[in-house]
């Protein structure tokens, strides 16, 4: 079965929106306290207090998480925001998550949230980041203005 660069771009496209929505989520609880979290100061405390974060770390993971989702969702820094994630998933993983094993704890037997997730999360981000935001992206749409500009002579190869 061939694929078609529409496909391809389409499927990017939806894995960034899901990435976006579900992390978004995540960092609306870390950020804004939304859907049942603990907002920017109790998320801040448990990563410095509870992790052993230092502050800036714990603010880049929220603003990653939460802002930088929605860049994602437009296909903005693509790459960069998928990395993003792929390392703060790992975190999560070394951290918090490998010590209660694979499963997420859908019983409540567990102590704590397997590594299912954050697996799930580090796949879909290297999807991104291998292939970047794909057509339907700001990366792409701004990419194109810039190789526009270059060919007419507006941009010097020395400013890229």
Do not use: C
């Amino acid at each position: 079965m061939k694929t078609t660069v529409g496909a391809f771009d389409l499927t990017l496209l939806m894995v960034r929106i899901l990435l976006g929505v579900v992390i978004g989520a995540h960092g609306g609880q870390k950020l804004f306290g939304w859907f049942g979290g603990y907002g920017f100061d109790g998320s801040i405390e448990y990563f410095i207090n509870v992790i052993g974060l230092p502050y800036v770390l714990g603010l880049l993971i929220i603003l990653a998480e939460s802002l930088g989702m929605v860049a994602l969702m437009f296909g903005l820094f693509s790459r960069v925001m998928a990395g993003s994630m792929i390392v703060i998933m790992t975190g999560a993983l070394i951290t918090v998550h490998g010590q209660f094993g694979f499963f997420m704890d859908w019983f409540g037997t567990q102590g704590g949230e397997g590594i299912e997730f954050d697996l799930l999360v580090i796949a879909l981000s290297l999807v991104v980041v291998f292939n970047g935001g794909g057509v339907y992206s700001l990366d792409h749409f701004l990419n194109s203005i810039l190789r526009s500009h270059r060919r007419k002579g507006n941009v010097s190869e020395a400013a890229l």
